[in-house]
Nanobody
């Protein structure tokens, strides 16, 4: 089984910064993709940014230039550095780990429980 835990959310003023962390643990051999999604009240969940084990990444246009995704493969951990925060960034942020190869030989996809980010003065 794989456990995914997000941390680092909270309340921040517009223009401020937050750094989210996503740690995956369990019987993991490797993870192909780690990604951040967000869901604001009344809206659909949307992709914010993703990063592969090889270092390739993609970022949503709405956060490009402000948010940066990175990962530490050895720690099975991904980070989302969020700068120049705006009120419209307010959402629950979820981490998704995709194409997880486990010691059992099986592959899987897992989500974390989410961490709240609120941007308000």
């Amino acid at each position: 089984q794989v456990r995914v835990v997000e941390s680092g959310g909270g309340l921040e003023q517009p223009g401020g910064s937050l750094r989210l962390s996503c740690a995956a643990s369990g019987n993991i051999i490797s993870i192909v993709t780690m990604a951040w999604y967000r869901q604001a009240p009344g809206k659909q969940r949307e992709l914010v940014a993703g990063v592969t084990s090889g270092g390739g990444s993609n970022t949503a246009e709405s956060v490009k230039g402000r948010f940066t995704i990175s990962r530490d493969n050895a720690k099975n951990t991904a980070y989302l550095q969020m700068n120049s925060l705006k009120p419209e960034d307010t959402a629950v942020y979820y981490c998704k780990v995709d194409r997880v190869r486990m010691t059992s030989g099986l592959w899987g996809t897992y989500w974390g429980q989410g961490t709240q980010v609120t941007v308000s003065s």
